[in-house]
């Protein structure tokens, strides 16, 4: 549920990007981060760990409009994606509006993917919430190493594994390039938003 500071009179959006450890989580909030720097007023917060490049990010506000004479602001966070700090996972979806499934394209990541995805609906359970009542955007990450030979799974497929009940809006992706990045963002976004201007209209 969206955080409402009655005294400044905004209501915080908190987007989650989830998937397996390398996936592409960190690299897309890089790019997002280098893209609206302008629009963003808070510095983006890095934790590194012990095998794993990036905790989360935090504070990444933009403003877009009002709710009821309230400024929406949004935060996105990363989590990580190692196994190890499923805790940590468990507690960055607190209280989380929106998520952004990150999915690696690569063909030997199919499992890990799957694995991510039950994954997240077990962390949410936990907090009594259901994926399927959420807002959700599937980014297919990593699209254009196919440039490069390297075997990757067909969207069709990913769709199947990931997809087929959930029947999230999704974009093949890729965070380094920034291949549908910011559609992924605005996406994410709007139906956020929207989902929170329910609760409180």
Request: hydrophobic share 50%; proline share 3%.
């Given at each position: 549920m969206a955080f409402i500071n009655l005294k400044s009179k905004v209501i915080q959006v908190k987007i989650v990007y989830y998937g397996p450890g390398r996936g592409g989580k960190t690299t897309s909030l890089e790019y997002i981060y280098r893209k609206f720097?302008?629009?963003?007023?808070?510095?983006?917060?890095?934790i590194k760990t012990h095998g794993d490049r990036t905790?989360?990010?935090?504070?990444?506000?933009?403003?877009?409009?009002?709710?009821?004479?309230y400024n929406i602001k949004i935060q996105l966070y990363t989590v990580p994606g190692?196994?190890?700090?499923?805790?940590?996972?468990?507690?960055?979806?607190?209280?989380?509006?929106?998520i952004v499934f990150v999915a690696d394209a690569?063909?030997?990541?199919?499992?890990?993917n799957i694995q991510s995805l039950r994954n997240l609906h077990e962390n949410?359970?936990?907090?009594?919430?259901?994926?399927?009542?959420?807002?959700?955007?599937?980014?297919?990450n990593k699209i254009d190493l196919a440039e490069q030979g390297i075997p990757i799974l067909d969207v069709a497929l990913m769709e199947h594994d990931l997809n087929r009940d959930l029947k999230a809006p999704y974009f093949a992706a890729s965070a380094l390039k920034g291949i549908n990045v910011v559609a992924t963002l605005k996406k994410?976004?709007?139906?956020?938003?929207?989902?929170?201007?329910?609760?409180f209209l």
């Open positions: 720097q302008q629009r963003i007023r808070a510095e983006m917060v890095t905790l989360f990010f935090d504070f990444l506000p933009f403003d877009i409009g009002l709710i009821n004479g190692q196994v190890k700090y499923n805790a940590t996972r468990r507690l960055v979806l607190r209280g989380v509006d929106g690569m063909a030997v990541r199919r499992e890990k949410l359970a936990s907090y009594k919430k259901n994926l399927a009542a959420l807002p959700l955007v599937m980014q297919y994410i976004i709007s139906m956020s938003v929207a989902a929170v201007k329910n609760e």
